[in-house]
């Protein structure tokens, strides 16, 4: 019987089902069980607890289950967990990546630029503020946090808002809301680092396990992520840090594209990089320098005094 650590919301439960299924057809022998744990971002879901603290808020809880031993493997958010892992546990996976782009998600199914003057459109995240503001410095921006679900009804059902901004991978994890989304472009709006990828964390010792999960794992999308999430760590970046990044792999190459935003203001600092798709990490810190010598460490440090006041 092999564990499988998730959170409960309903798009944790959807992405750690599909694991187990990928993993009951790979070895039909065995057994796989999902096992639910609560995270400290599960039980408070406000605003402040998201501006004021540490990463790892949907992860913690489940690494240390892992480390306990009393679950095998554990299913995260890529973008939710941190740069730097427990030293006692390591990825031992990155399934294929779907669409990694954001979405609009409203009632008319309307782009950005078809909302209407002054729309109120509800995010969370520093990194799509700042990105909405500058294509549409009119719209009135409402933080709000909750689950996929809940973001969503706010719009199609409660009608408290216009619009939000979501990862269009959720929906298509879900398989639903889709109706209501328009895509917003890469070259519009940045997605996070590690946006619409997993990440399948195991035992650093558990080397049965890490050949076990060999057939899960996929090379272009492990490249990919690790260049972004070497890069986020190179900036001495958080999840808070207004960082968009996006990654490709074309003519085997790996292109990089980033942009680092001021929490204050529509100002971004702006650069990208090719590079050998064989050093991800190389590639990541080697942007992640070109951004810092054009002057993004002024807007990180502006990001962690906005975490602290």
């Known amino acids: 019987m092999i564990r499988i650590g998730t959170r409960g919301s309903a798009l944790a439960l959807a992405q750690s089902t599909q694991v187990q299924r990928r993993l009951v057809n790979l070895y039909p022998s065995m057994q796989f069980k999902l096992v639910i744990i609560r995270t400290a971002g599960d039980e408070f879901q406000s605003v402040e607890l998201f501006k004021k603290t540490n990463v790892g808020v949907f992860t913690k809880a489940i690494e240390r289950e892992l480390v306990a031993k009393k679950i095998d493997i554990a299913v995260h958010s890529l ?5 730097k892992l427990h030293p006692r546990l390591a990825l031992g996976a990155i399934p294929k990546r779907l669409d990694a782009a954001d979405v609009l998600i409203s009632s008319k199914r309307v782009t950005v630029t078809q909302l209407p003057l002054g729309a109120f459109v509800g995010t969370g995240s520093p990194r799509r ?3 909405l503001a500058a294509l549409r410095p009119d719209l009135r921006l409402v933080d709000i946090r909750g689950n996929l679900d809940t973001r969503i009804l706010k719009v199609i059902k409660k009608r408290e808002l216009d619009a939000v901004v979501v990862a269009r991978a959720g929906l298509l994890r879900l398989k639903k809301y889709l109706k209501y989304a328009r895509p917003i472009s890469p070259k519009e709006m940045l997605p996070a680092v590690g946006q619409a ?28 992520v ?16 207004p960082l968009g990044v996006y990654s490709t792999i074309k003519n ?17 600092i702006t650069a990208d990089i090719t590079g050998n798709p064989k050093k991800p990490e190389v590639v990541g810190r080697a ?8 002057g993004a460490g002024s807007f990180l440090k502006e990001a962690r005094r906005e975490k602290l006041s």
Not at 226 to 241: I, P, S, Y
Not at 259 to 268: C, K, L, M
């Open 129 to 131: 503020k700042r990105q």
């Open 226 to 241: 690790n260049a972004e999430r070497a890069l986020l760590e190179a900036l001495h970046g958080g999840c808070r840090v």
């Open 197 to 224: 990828a997993l990440g399948i964390q195991i035992r650093k010792s558990d080397s049965k396990l890490a050949q076990l999960l060999k057939g899960l794992h996929h090379e272009p999308s492990s490249i990919a």
């Open 252 to 268: 085997k190459q790996l292109y990089l594209k980033a942009s680092v935003f001021s929490v204050r203001g529509v100002g971004a």
């Open 287 to 294: 942007l992640a320098k070109k951004l810092l010598k054009l």
């Open 79 to 83: 973008k939710d967990l941190p740069t």
